[in-house]
C-alpha cells in the first residue's frame, strides 16, 4: 500500500527553524497538505494545497516541495509549537492518507 | 460557524455492532465530503474513508473495506460509521473531518469519538 514518510521526531531550540519532511512517490502528482495535533486535541488544518495557511494559523507556518518530498517549515518556533504533525495526500487512485506523524519537541 | 459535532464515548464487548455520528451544521451538507479517520492510542491517524452525503458516493481505504460501513443521512445532516462485529483491535479514537474534495484537505474536524473494546 502506498505509504507517506515522515521523521518521527524533530526537536528544536525556541526561535530557531524545525523542519518537516514528508516523501512519497504520488506527491509530485497530488496536493499536500498538513494537520498540527496537540495532546488530547482533535487536528488542525496549518497548511493546503501545497503551501497556503488557512485564516487564523500563523505566518511563521510554510511549505515547499521538491520532487517526491515536501517540508513544513515552522520558523521562530514557540513553545505553543510543540505538538504532532501529519501530511496528508492521496495515492494514485486518489485514496486519502497520511504520513506516520512528527513528534515536534521545543526544547 | 462550521461544526461537526460526535456522538459520545462507547464501551462495547467484542462481537457487538455499533454505530457512532457526526452532525455537521453551519454549511451546506450535500456539497462537502465526510471523511472518518482513526487514531488509535499513542500512534498515528489513518484514513478510514469518505462519503459524498449528497449522493452518498462512499469510497474506503482498502485497509477499512469490509471492516466498516460509511453511511449519510441528508435530511439530518448525519454521517455515520458503524462496525458489525467489534474486535479489541477497533479500540481508538474515531475523527470525521469535513473535506474539500474526495481526497482532499480536511478543513473542520469532529472532537473525536472514544471506542473501546475491551479484550
Known amino acids: 500500500s502506498y505509504e507517506l514518510t515522515q521523521p518521527p521526531s524533530v526537536s528544536v531550540s525556541p526561535g530557531q527553524t524545525a523542519r518537516i519532511t514528508c516523501s512519497g512517490d504520488?506527491?509530485?502528482?497530488?496536493?499536500s497538505y498538513w494537520y498540527q495535533q496537540k495532546a488530547g486535541q482533535a487536528p488542525v488544518l496549518v497548511i493546503y494545497?501545497?503551501?497556503e495557511r488557512p485564516s487564523g494559523i500563523p505566518e511563521r507556518f510554510s511549505a515547499s516541495s521538491s520532487g517526491t518530498t515536501v517540508t513544513l517549515t515552522i520558523s521562530g518556533v514557540q513553545a505553543e509549537d510543540e505538538a504532532d504533525y501529519y501530511c496528508q495526500s492521496a495515492d494514485h487512485s486518489g485514496t486519502g492518507v497520511f504520513g506516520g506523524g512528527t513528534k515536534v519537541t521545543v526544547l | 460557524e462550521v461544526q461537526l459535532v460526535q456522538s459520545g464515548a462507547e464501551v462495547k464487548k467484542p462481537g457487538e455492532s455499533l454505530k457512532i455520528s457526526c452532525k455537521g451544521s453551519g454549511y451546506k451538507f450535500t456539497k462537502y465530503w465526510i471523511a472518518w479517520v482513526r487514531q488509535k492510542p499513542g500512534k498515528g491517524l489513518e484514513w478510514m474513508g469518505i462519503?459524498?452525503?449528497?449522493?452518498?458516493?462512499?469510497r474506503y481505504s482498502p485497509s477499512f473495506q469490509g471492516q466498516v460501513t460509511i453511511s449519510a443521512d441528508k435530511s439530518i445532516t448525519t454521517a455515520y460509521l458503524q462496525w458489525g462485529s467489534l474486535k479489541a483491535s477497533d479500540t481508538a479514537f474515531y475523527y470525521c473531518a469535513r473535506a474539500v474534495g474526495s481526497s482532499g484537505l480536511l478543513d473542520f474536524w469532529g472532537q473525536g469519538t472514544p471506542v473501546t473494546v475491551p479484550s
Open positions: 494545497k501545497d503551501n
Open positions: 504520488a506527491l509530485p502528482k497530488q496536493y
Open positions: 462519503i459524498y452525503p449528497g449522493d452518498s458516493d462512499t
